[in-house]
């Protein structure tokens, strides 16, 4: 066979791959739409506010100067204290119940799973401010129809109950509640992929429920928490609507400034300063990416099984 001949064959054999392997080719559109979006709204945007913020209003590179003035600024440090207060209780009560109720519904409650499921779905239908207005009326022990409960604690104004020390705990639980139910799902989905011989062995072996979770379950869930770690991570960092609510419903008494988000949005639509709130932002994606990128190694996130 002649060096030339070599080629053509090649090329012939990969074209008979594709014809003979259309789904190939239809993997390639769908993933077109999402590319599409994906450069439109997350890598262009993002690539707009690094420059953004490193850049002054006439368009002359400042370097890390829009970093430092933002960083001088006094909403700074207390805005990001509040968020990472916020993000460990938030991504330690997630972590833990998410797991734990996934767990739950897929050893113990087969016949009421597909029900409580649907249940904990249900209210990530709801939209962002829609949610945080109902936990507003659910809280105003004058309106709730728990407020009998929260007099209980002392709480007899929405004043009390919101206080800035219960925001924290207050946000994880709005969190919790619109979150949490689509990644009990997708936990219900991964330990379906435990083979049953697994598990089963693990019984024969002696093993009770709690040893069957802590030792076979989690730790094959491993990826998937990671998974959910980094996403939950990425969405606490930019708390924004359920301040914002809560400063308004206040009438002053919670900052309009209390998270990182809130700030560089005073930064852009009342000082219209959009190059500190490019800073801000760019300061958000910088922690994400470092946070996730500790996670994705510690955990081996991407290693293949």
């Known amino acids: ?5 070599v080629p053509r064959a090649a090329g012939a054999r990969r074209a008979a791959a594709r014809v003979a392997n259309p789904a190939g080719r239809m993997g390639y559109v769908f993933v077109a739409g999402y590319f599409v979006l994906l450069l439109a709204f997350g890598v262009v945007p993002t690539a707009y506010a690094l420059w953004l913020s490193i850049s002054n209003s006439r368009g002359q590179l400042v370097g890390l100067g829009q970093f430092t003035r933002t960083f001088a600024d006094y909403r700074f440090l207390p805005a990001f204290g509040h968020v ?10 997630l972590m833990v119940l998410v797991v734990l109720l996934a767990i739950m519904l897929h050893g113990r409650m087969p016949r009421t799973s597909s029900a409580l499921r649907f249940v904990y779905y249900l209210p990530g239908a709801l939209a962002g401010v829609a949610s945080v207005l109902l936990w507003l009326i659910l809280l105003d022990p004058a309106a709730s129809p728990v407020g009998w409960l929260l007099e209980a604690f002392g709480w007899d104004t929405l004043a009390k109950v919101i206080a800035p020390d219960h925001l924290p705990v207050l946000f994880t639980v709005i969190a919790f509640w619109t979150g949490a139910g689509g990644w009990i799902v997708i936990m219900y989905g991964a330990l379906n992929n435990i083979p049953h011989e697994v598990i089963e062995a693990a019984r024969i072996d002696g093993a009770n429920v709690l040893q069957i979770a802590l030792r076979v379950q989690i730790p094959m869930l491993r990826k998937w928490i990671a998974y959910m770690l980094i996403l939950a991570f990425a969405t606490g960092t930019q708390l924004f609507v359920e301040p914002q609510l809560v400063s308004t419903a206040s009438w ?3 900052p309009d400034g209390w998270s990182v988000a809130q700030v560089s949005y005073l930064y852009a639509f009342q000082a219209g300063d959009f190059h500190g709130a490019a800073a801000l932002a760019v300061d ?9 990128a500790v996670v994705v190694f510690r955990t081996g996130l991407f290693e293949k099984d």
């Not at 207060?85 to 938030?90: A, D, E, H, P």
């Open 284 to 292: 958000l994606v910088v922690v994400g990416l470092a946070c996730a």
């Open 252 to 254: 002053g008494m919670i």
């Open 84 to 93: 990472l207060m916020y993000l460990v209780i938030w991504l330690v009560t």
């Open 1 to 5: 066979m002649s060096q030339a001949t």
